[in-house]
């Protein structure tokens, strides 16, 4: 800091960092890419490792033997479920009784903003069952919980059936710490989301449901089953929980442990593991792996039932069987005992899981990148805006001196506060009515225009989305006077400072959200001025635009997950995409929407500002 | 233990009896006063007893004879009774065959001693039957009544019903000191620590950041009118597990310890194969007599034991002595004035419920909880319970499994609401299930300092309705020293569930505050919920079947409520946490952080810049001293 207050080599600094601002912000643009890429390649990760010991060293044994019986139930629970239309609430209420738990029901109802047309639900209405197996000798301050979806149709009845396999099974066994809940939750998430609102009796997303009556102290972890056939070929974790949150690194682990234990072939993002990293295949592979994976945490959705356990600090991963064409498979047993281990092991837990990474990558099972390592990729994008606003904040002061007009200087910069604020205030005016508008005017948009209310929301969104690019010269018209060349200037400082921070904070939760919106705001946000020629202007900032990026992330998942689409269905996706933002909002209090419509569209729009300024 | 108790027992009888037969051998009073002569006696005795042959038969009818002589004893079973120890040992088990298939087992002992560790200048330095360890510790720290539990488990009142004696999770310890005590504190700290050495526990760990001064929910249970409650300290512990650890020393406190009677069924492995343990003690001065002109002090050791049917039925539903404790029954504690052992039939009238084997014939009725109950009784001091087998195995085959919760009349829970690390709330629920009356409750909330509790966000409701407490005792906690008190005295509207929120905030420890497993989370003891219960007896309508119907228009008054006290579940709170694997990359942080970061920015704020001069050349300075001596203005 003695270089910063000595005033001549301050100046050399200053000098050689405005002198070379362009070339380094391109240095570190790139150098921030070819890091990350770089992130997938194996040598550079590390391998992952079970950190907590209460779960490494305690080997337990698997004697999980009613695999076929587990099968029959769920045939049975089939059954029940076709006649009942729905959640056979009596007959799960009884069987669980007579595999000696103590059973609940919570009934809930929720309507949503407007029509889930994936879904196809709009008031929904059901009832979650759980047992709570009581563990001996154990003052109820601890559980554990396995879930299981009541699925429409033909989908998760195993995984009900090996729920209520294993509580039989469990319930005769003496080694309980820990109280055990099995849930079978109805309309997955909403349900879930009823049941973790009325066991911690919050109510934050506006949800009706009745009180829950049986508890069993603080949950310290979950996992979620999703099991649609009798054998299948593989195991898939999904970790990517609301907002981007994962859980411990040591819960994937305890997994992957498992799973070489009992010879089960496992897969994350639906991709198995290859061996060949110094291959060209195998570092793509990996790569694609980690990019579903930062594509998945970037939407903010919770992928599986176990997303919304993150919240409440409940360590939580979803299981899904996979049944594909390969000929070796697994059978229910051999799936009950994975799941008996997890469960025994995470019952030795004498702490809640914090040994391990909270923030992590994962270009394959096995290996990790840690927060230390991916976030230098973002900190490099983050320099850039500061570099440019370094310069800027320096060419603000320098000319000054040099014309020696010191009043008009003066006079300049008191219609500059006004003259920033403006476009400021506009911008965010803009994002407000973003986010607001398209659920609240669904009704009105329904009557005026021949579409459902679904199509209603996402059209007002893209209407408002495009109607704040005319408001610069509605902007120019407000103030008196043109705007001066030092108004562009501090509003693009501010702007640049805006965004800085923004990204900043959004990395720290989410980093592959802020790291996705950093790639394609900062190029942008570090060129854009006035002088530029306005067609290429335009081009560019619309096609790097948020409403953009969703789209190409759109694309590249579905490029990615082996299932390319055309552009209209496409199209068609990424307006299914935005409702379904907006809806996860509204059911479960997903950040990424708000974040969108208040913050980084205003603080496009503010660059926009910038690109018009007359 | 027990054979060197009873010959212990027979020297000091025979002894007392040389005194009888030789009364002019010299003068009474002397010859107590005098120790050598009195070992001499004794150890003259002890010769006359091995002399006196192995026979225990002949013996008893021996200490008989004195005893006749005396003229004191009355009842033929009491062998052992002397004339100057009055002091008497019941033990009893009662079997109760669970709603939910699970068998509940409870064990009482009752130690009974006509003497006073209290009174002023008399030193109590003989035992009998009463520990020794118990009653120097009762006269050393001026008690007047203890109460002390360790507990493994939740008792499920959904599906139990009521236990005989409540006890929460982990220890508890509740201790009326005598109103002579000048430093309460000083002899409760003092207390704990030998109780803690004791019952091998950590009741050590109780001080003054989890002791309180309940002023209302914890009277005394023995006589004395003691109600100033700056004399009663009650603390829980309820991380404490238990262990045999703690049931070693908790049976050597018993006349005839594990040897015989009833404790020969406490074998750790068995009992802590259950699903709820219990084991306690409870000391209180009782009345010697109806006019309780003195007092005698009361000693119960009770132990309750939960076995689970499911986890060591493997599935079949049937229960036998033997299975549950891997031992049968073939004698009484030989000290013991009673041993019987009651099986819990009301349920089960005709045998549809289950079958019991051998029968009896002996039953009796009592009045538990507010409900009458009927037990086949069995006593352990008649020879023919044992049958020619000389054995006694219950066995209890069930017929039909009922798996259905019980609604009993009071019911509580307890949970902490809420995420995040900042804030929470602490729901109690209590559940009034009877149908017509309304019923006032104590809620006693002890909570330590590290959660802290906004009561101004206390808030009661019943049916929807705010419910003002009659009755509010709060104390507030002081940070490190004491923890939060909370009694209120609420009344339960009938067929209700009121609910008791209070809000808190987690307070951050200091680093050293953190305990070994700072990711568990923090315990928050249970609370405690005490009422007078109006009675099932009342409730029942076809009472005539059992009494005249002249008896039983007004409802009794002793029938017509019961004292129950219900224990919620402890509470897990989970503290913000640093991370404390890192404490070095930490340090090194701050200190970087400290050194260079605040350094420099407090240097570049505090700092003024000025542009210096450059110096001028050597030539001009000449110029300019020479110039000064003239007196010319200098040269810039």
Known sequence: ?????????????????????????????????????????????????????????????????????????????????????????????????????????????????????????????????????????????????????????????????????????????????????????????????????????????????????????????????????????????????????????????????????????????????????????????????????????????????????????????????????????????????????????????????????????????????????????????????????????????????????????????????????????????????????????????????????????????????????????????????????????????????????????????????????????????????????????????????????????????????????????????????????????????????PLLALFIYPCWLMFWNVLFWK | MAANRVGLFLVFILFLFSFLVQPSSGDTLESTADNTEKEHSVSGALREVKAGGDDLNERQWQSTDVGMDEGDVTKDNEFFRPATAKDQFQEELVIRPLHSGDIYASFQFRTLWDTDFLQEGKKVSHYRLFPKSLGQVLSKFSVQELHISFTQGFWRTMQWGQPFIPSPPGAELWVWFHHTVSDVDGNWKELTNVLSGIFCASLNFIDSTNTVQPSASFKPLGVGNASDHRFLRYATLPREIVCTENLTPWKKLLPCGSKAGLAVLMKSEKLFHSSFHSQSVHIRPVCQDVQCTNTAWELRQNLNVVFDLYTSGQGKKEWSLFKMFSRTLTEACPLASSSKVYVDITDNPEGEMFDLSPATPLLSQAVVLGDRRTYSVYDLTKAETFGQTRSLNLLLRWKEDSGDMLRPLLHAERYVAGFGLQTGEIHTVIYNNHPYRAFPVLLLDSVPWYLRMYIHTLKVTSKFRDNKPSYTHYQPSKDRQRPHLLEMLIQLPPHSMTEVTVQFERALLKWTEYTPDPNHGFYVGSSVISALVPSMVAMDTNFTQQQPLFSSFFPVKEESSYFMRVYTEPLLVNLPTPDFSMPYNVICLTCTVVAVGYGSFYNLLTRTFQVDEPSPPLAKRLANIIRRIRGVPLLI
């Open chain 1, 1 to 593: 800091m003695g270089l910063l207050s000595d005033p001549n080599r301050r100046k050399a600094l200053t000098n050689l960092l405005t002198r070379l601002n362009t070339p380094i912000c391109m240095v570190c643009y790139l150098a921030a890419i070819v890091w990350f890429m770089g992130l997938a390649f194996e040598p550079f990760t590390l391998r992952t490792y079970m950190s907590e010991n209460a779960m490494g060293s305690t080997m337990v044994e698997e004697r999980f033997p009613s695999g076929e019986r587990a099968l029959s139930t769920a045939r049975e629970f089939d059954g029940h479920k076709k006649k009942a239309g729905g959640m056979p609430v009596e007959w799960l209420v009884k069987t669980m009784q007579a595999r000696g738990l103590e059973v609940f029901t919570q009934s809930f109802s929720r309507t949503l903003p407007f029509p889930d047309e994936n879904k196809e639900r709009y008031m929904v209405r059901g009832t979650n069952v759980y047992g709570i197996l009581r563990a001996p000798r154990a003052p109820r301050t601890e559980a554990l919980v396995i879930s299981a979806p009541c699925s429409p149709g033909n989908s998760n009845n195993q995984a009900v059936g090996l729920l209520l396999g294993l509580a039989h099974y469990f319930r005769n066994q003496v080694y309980w710490a820990k109280d055990i809940i099995f849930l079978v939750n109805e309309h997955d998430l909403i349900g879930m989301q009823a049941w973790l609102e009325g066991y911690h009796h919050t109510n934050i997303t506006g949800i009706e449901y009745s009180p829950l009556q049986g508890r069993a102290g603080s949950i310290q972890a979950a996992l979620s089953l999703e099991l649609s056939s009798d054998v299948i070929t593989s195991l898939d974790l999904i970790l990517e929980g609301l907002n981007g949150q994962l859980p411990n690194l040591d819960l994937a682990n305890l997994f992957y442990a498992f799973c070489q234990k009992l010879g089960v072939l496992c897969t994350i993002q639906g991709k198995l593991q290859r061996n060949d990293w110094d291959s060209a295949e195998g570092y793509t592979h990996a790569a694609q792996t980690m990019m579903l994976m930062v594509l998945k945490q970037a939407s903010g959705h919770s992928w599986g039932d176990h997303g919304l356990f993150l919240r409440y600090h409940i360590e939580a991963a979803s299981i899904r069987g996979i049944n594909s064409f390969r000929h070796y498979k697994t059978d229910a047993t051999t799936i009950g005992r994975l799941l008996e281990g997890m469960i025994r092991k995470l019952n030795n837990l004498l702490e809640r899981l914090h040994q391990s990474y909270f923030f992590y990558l994962l270009p394959s099972l096995s290996r990790f990148v840690s927060i230390g390592y991916y976030m230098p990729a973002f900190g490099l994008l983050a320099v850039i805006l500061l570099l440019r606003a370094l310069d800027l904040w320096v060419n603000l002061g320098t000319p000054a001196l040099a014309e020696d007009g010191v009043s008009e200087v003066e006079q300049a910069s008191s219609l500059g506060v006004l003259s920033v604020l403006t476009p400021v205030v506009i911008s965010h005016l803009t994002g407000v009515a973003l986010y607001l508008c398209p659920v609240q005017m669904q009704e009105m948009a329904v009557e005026h225009f021949p579409v459902s209310e679904t199509e209603a929301v996402v059209l007002t969104a893209i209407a408002i989305y495009t109607a704040g690019l005319a408001l610069p010269h509605n902007t120019q018209r407000l103030l008196s006077g043109d705007g001066t060349e030092l108004g562009w200037r501090v509003l693009k400082l501010t702007a640049l400072l805006y965004l800085a921070v923004l990204l900043g904070c959004t990395a720290l939760i989410n980093f592959s959200l802020g790291f996705i919106l950093a790639i394609t705001l900062v190029p942008i946000a570090a060129c854009v001025t006035p002088y530029m020629s306005k067609a290429w202007g335009v081009l560019a900032m619309v096609l790097l635009s948020p409403c953009f990026t969703i789209l190409y992330s759109v694309f590249i998942y579905q490029e990615l997950i082996e299932a390319p689409v055309t552009i209209t269905e496409g199209w068609m996706l990424y307006l299914s995409v935005i409702s379904q933002g907006v809806l996860d909002h509204d059911l479960y209090g997903s950040l990424v929407y």
